[in-house]
């Protein structure tokens, strides 16, 4: 198998206050990991790519300071969402692609809902 | 930049018919997926087509990966309602460090 966990799966916070989400694969070591963002009837947008041991590597347009990822072992990156504004509320997924592949497969978490208010 | 146009973006059929997805770009894939993704769940992998005129079936489902690897399709056939969702192709190009570029979107809707 190959499966990837989120958590949490949805998060209300106030406007300011910072965000911490997990990804996390279970079954499987991952060297690389991605962050995307997907609005309502969208297509992913991918905001970063997470290496281990490693600095995140940022999509143009979005903010490192503010999305901060951190890709501290082979099954685990997070993603901090500082000084959270409504405009942040959104759908975020991650995926992980294990640590041998031939075709670039990624395999995605069920996703978290964070709502700013 | 590399660009993967899907076609069409909505569709709505009856349950029992044919449909078939499009996925094209003007550059040369790696690899191509194709997901398929329920509201407020993320993207499940479906297939992964690598080599150039592969034709792979999961049940109804159909995929073909052009000759020129710069193109796919996904055909269903005989629509079922459990197949409502959003349909995503995604293509990985060679050097561009392992990420998917993902298509639009087919948002299917299959009604009884």
């Known amino acids: 198998g190959a499966v990837v966990s989120q958590h949490p799966s949805w998060v209300i916070c106030k406007s300011g206050t910072s965000v911490k989400i997990e990804c996390r694969s279970l079954d499987f070591q991952a060297t690389t990991m991605f962050w995307y963002r997907q609005f309502p009837k969208q297509s992913l947008m991918l905001m970063a790519t997470s290496n281990e041991g490693s600095k995140a590597t940022y999509e143009q347009g979005v903010e490192k300071d503010k999305f901060l990822i951190n890709h501290a072992s082979l099954t685990l990156s997070t993603l901090t969402v500082t000084s959270a504004h409504p405009e942040d509320s959104s759908f975020y997924i991650c995926?992980?692609?294990?640590?041998?592949?031939?075709?670039?497969?990624?395999?995605f978490g069920p996703g978290t809902r964070l709502t700013v208010t | 930049t590399q660009l993967l146009e899907q076609s069409p973006q909505f569709l709505s059929i009856q349950e029992g018919e044919n449909l078939t997805v499009y996925c094209n770009s003007s550059?040369?894939?790696?690899?191509l997926q194709w997901y398929r993704q329920e509201p407020g769940e993320g993207p499940v992998l479906l297939v992964t087509v690598v080599t150039g005129g592969e034709v792979k079936k999961l049940k109804r489902l159909t995929f073909q990966f052009g000759d020129a690897r710069k193109d796919s399709s996904l055909h269903i056939t005989a629509a079922q309602p459990g197949d409502t969702g959003l349909y995503l192709c995604a293509g990985a190009w060679p050097g561009n460090t392992g990420k998917l570029i993902f298509g639009q979107g087919t948002t299917l809707q299959v009604k009884p």
């Open positions: 550059s040369v894939f790696s690899s």
């Open positions: 995926s992980a692609r294990r640590t041998v592949t031939v075709a670039y497969e990624q395999y």
